[in-house]
């Protein structure tokens, strides 16, 4: 597994300093397994057009969650919403916004654009949950029985990601019983949350990219199904990738947002076609109409 996988686990980390002024605030939000390190293989790729920015709003191990639950408060996916709200307000103050986000970020960027029309340029949500269906969660037997292999191995397709270093660094983690609670605490209130409601009412171009392998999201063909039920919406399907598109395809994710927020992302290549992949799903042979050809974007 290359060493920089292991190392958005290893924390603190120094980002470097990319520079935003001029450049349109880019705001990258992760999701539940995840902390804001693993965009590590976007952050400098993204940065080079827009002003990247990873709004902690969910650090399990962080005073602001702890005394929001020592107060007796839930972490639901509205909370996680008002974060980030604070977060926008006080520190970027400079809309409309780029959003790309993962999996439960996803349900985050998409309640805070709902409640904030006009502060929203343009969505890339990769693996979004919530939209349909139930999630297969390994990371809840992950957590309390001790299971990180397949925690970590649900995420990936590629085996050569979710190899013993990773597993060991997850397992290092939750042995912190303060993470270990914010974690248990961040999954009771999320869990089963949807945004299927929502999805009629966001009311800016988004991308929507899935892994073709994803092991978390139950049925990808009907997630993806709801997912047209955004007005203005494109779909990508990525064939043998998993739940994190971002790590395991980063070179191709990184060139899919950055065409996308730029408004250049024309025709795809037929491998990533969202039809193609429904008729596969459905066992059908029949070819879906594509868009004229152009050159293949690396993976």
Request: with cysteine.
């Amino acid at each position: 597994m290359p060493r920089r996988v292991l190392k958005w686990l290893d924390l603190p980390r120094v980002r470097p300093r990319l520079g935003g002024e001029g450049r349109k605030p880019l705001i990258l939000v992760n999701g539940l397994a995840e902390q804001s390190e693993s965009w590590f293989a976007n952050e400098r790729s993204l940065g080079r057009r827009f002003d990247v920015k990873l709004p902690e709003i969910l650090v399990y191990g962080g005073d602001a969650l702890h005394r929001w639950i020592d107060a007796g408060h839930d972490v639901t996916v509205g909370y996680l919403a008002r974060r980030l709200e604070s977060y926008l307000d006080e520190f970027v103050q400079r809309p409309p916004y780029h959003f790309a986000a993962s999996s439960l970020g996803c349900q985050v960027v998409l309640t805070y654009a709902v409640a904030n029309p006009g502060k929203v340029d343009r969505l890339v949500l990769i693996c979004p949950s919530g939209f349909h269906g139930d999630e297969n969660l390994p990371m809840i037997d992950g957590v309390r029985r001790s299971r990180y292999d397949s925690l970590v191995g649900s995420v990936f397709h590629e085996a050569r990601f979710a190899d013993e270093r990773l597993v060991g660094a997850f397992e290092r983690k939750f042995q912190d019983r303060r993470w270990k609670k914010g974690v248990l605490r961040t999954l009771r209130g999320t869990v089963g949350h949807s945004v299927e409601h929502l999805l009629h009412r966001v009311d800016v171009p988004t991308l929507l990219i899935w892994g073709a392998e994803d092991q978390v999201i139950s049925d990808v063909p009907g997630s993806i199904r709801a997912g047209s039920r955004i007005p203005d919406v494109r779909q990508v399907v990525i064939p043998r990738c998993g739940h994190a598109p971002q790590i395991e395809k980063s070179r191709l994710v990184n060139q899919l947002i950055d065409r996308f927020l730029i408004d250049r992302l024309h025709a795809l290549p037929r491998a990533l076609d969202v039809g193609r992949f429904l008729n596969a799903a459905a066992g059908t042979s029949a070819t879906p109409r594509l868009a004229a050809t152009s050159p293949a974007l690396p993976s």
